[in-house]
């Protein structure tokens, strides 16, 4: 079977690029992992009739949000943590946490694996933009606006939270005289 | 025809995954990658469940969720920027105060 063959070798990479994210010393390295990874999960949704979404992922993703994950990282500096970690033991205990947590997702899914149906043959035109665009704009229109004030909301918080003091101080109105220090005393 | 579980199983394993980087890594950019890992495993969720129903609603939430997690990063690592400024370190054991 050739679609399991594909799936298979995506799965692999998957959770290879994965592995390598988070073994990865370098910040760099882990950000072009994860960029990797989401052209892999890219390749899945193509596989199960998701094209426009994948597409998505594509430009969205492996593009617009790792460029802002390599800005911030080349911004920042990499990893230089000199100061022992605060809690003792992290990996294990991390190590151990993340099994446990794998293993009861996977026995839960193996025992509901038999009410689940296999995937038949989609439609053509199963996933097509505009199928997606129709249902988007037709009983989803409430949250697809929604969604735009909330872009616009991040925007506007990221451009807050990152100008320095001195812009703010110069876009604010200057107080009267001897109160300059804003203590109000 | 292919079985469902095998992507439901890849979804699971690739969320643990996620989690495993938010526990262990000390980066707070890579434990910001790490939640997108997790994003997409849920993300992949969907799309699998969209695909056995045949119903396109779960492609739609998928859209929705991507912008969400747009928003998450740029707000994110706005956030990330300005602790840097003010600690000169993005060292999660070193952000365990609220005082500024």
């Known amino acids: ?185 | 025809m292919e079985p469902v579980i095998n992507y439901l199983l890849l979804s699971g394993v690739l969320f643990s995954l996620g989690v495993l980087g938010v526990l262990m890594r000390r980066n707070a950019i890579v434990v910001f990658m790490s939640l997108e890992l997790m994003f997409n495993a849920a993300n992949l969720a969907f799309i699998t469940f969209a695909r056995m129903y045949s119903a396109l609603d779960g492609q739609v939430f998928v859209f929705f969720v991507m912008a969400v997690a747009a928003a998450e990063v740029a707000v994110g690592l706005a956030l990330m920027v300005a602790i840097f400024r003010s600690r000169r370190s993005i060292d999660m054991d070193q952000l365990n105060s609220m005082k500024g």
């Open chain 1, 1 to 185: 079977m050739v679609g399991e063959l594909v799936f298979y070798m995506l799965a692999v990479a998957a959770v290879g690029t994965a592995i390598g994210m988070l073994a990865s010393r370098n910040a760099v390295h882990s950000a072009l992992f994860l960029a990797a990874n989401f052209v892999t999960i890219a390749l899945l949704y193509l596989n199960l009739g998701a094209p426009l979404i994948a597409f998505t992922q594509i430009t969205v993703y492996a593009g617009a949000i790792m460029v802002l994950f390599l800005f911030v990282v080349m911004l920042l500096g990499g990893e230089s943590l000199p100061v022992s970690p605060l809690v003792k033991n992290r990996r294990a205990i991390a190590g151990l946490l993340a099994v446990v947590l794998m293993a009861e997702l996977v026995l839960v899914l193996l025992r509901q694996s038999s009410l689940l149906p296999g995937l038949d043959t989609a439609s053509a035109s199963f996933g097509a933009p505009r199928e997606v665009g129709v249902l988007l704009f037709s009983r989803y229109v409430l949250p697809f606006e929604i969604t735009s004030v909330i872009l616009l909301a991040a925007m506007v918080g990221a451009i807050v939270l990152t100008k320095s003091d001195q812009t703010v101080s110069r876009l604010t109105p200057r107080l009267p005289k001897g109160n300059a220090d804003g203590t109000g005393h």
